[in-house]
């Protein structure tokens, strides 16, 4: 069964420094999306991604996260000057549709700024 | 109120026995409803996506009533592998998925 795959497993940077999280989705999926999860928080809504844009980006998705998608497969999330609450479990998800298609997540990057 | 509503948990049952799981969700204009699981630290993993009419898939039965923004799911003939926080999930218009918080479930033998 096709996955989504994520990489580092684990990530750990002083605070202040830029961290690039990459993802391969799916490869027939279209939409693409990053999420995080905070240790012992629920699962949150980053930013949303089709046709090279942004298509929905959250609160959380200030000036300094960027996402790309550099080559026909990698999708990479960018935090260009971390800070320490930027510590969490960050999800990168893909779907075929954003409307009733479920989304497939990988296994994720857990971040820890020091 | 929060977006999605879960129950707190955490729920602790013997093997074989039955649980429901309850969740409510505020916005009216929500397109699509799931459940994942989510094991110890891992992604979240499709369950099942839920439906008006109600679907079944083997042990676990998902029920949505639109009306009351109101999603079920059910796990009859719990195994230990069926422990693990429970994820009600709604998929708002252009993909964006809001989590509830999650019903953690420990199935005892």
């Known amino acids: 069964e096709p996955e989504v795959t994520q990489t580092p497993s684990h990530q750990v940077t002083q605070m202040g420094q830029e961290v690039i999280l990459r993802c391969v989705p799916i490869s027939n999926h279209l939409y693409f999306y990053w999420y995080r999860q905070i240790l012992g928080q629920k699962v949150e809504f980053l930013v949303s991604f089709y046709n090279n844009e942004i298509s929905e980006k959250s609160e959380i998705f200030d000036d300094q996260f960027s996402v790309e998608r550099p080559d026909g497969s990698n999708f990479t999330l960018k935090i260009r000057s971390t800070k320490l609450e930027d510590s969490a479990m960050y999800f990168c998800?893909?779907?075929?549709?954003?409307?009733?298609?479920?989304?497939?997540f990988g296994d994720g990057t857990r971040l820890s700024i020091l | 109120r929060k977006e999605v509503e879960q129950d707190p948990g955490p729920f602790n049952v013997p093997e074989g026995a039955t649980v429901a799981f309850n969740c409510t969700y505020s916005?009216?204009?929500?397109?699509?409803f799931f459940w994942y699981r989510q094991d110890c630290r891992k992604e979240p993993k499709l369950l099942m996506s839920?439906?008006?009419s109600g679907n079944e898939d083997g042990r676990f039965t998902a029920q949505l009533n639109r009306a009351s923004q109101y999603i079920s799911l059910l796990i009859r003939d719990s195994k230990l592998s069926d422990s693990a926080t429970y994820l009600c999930v709604v998929n708002m218009e252009g993909g964006k998925l809001i989590f509830g918080q999650g019903t953690e479930l420990s199935v005892k033998p």
């Open positions: 839920v439906y008006s």
């Open positions: 998800a893909s779907s075929r549709d954003p409307g009733h298609q479920p989304q497939h």
């Open positions: 916005n009216s204009a929500s397109q699509s």
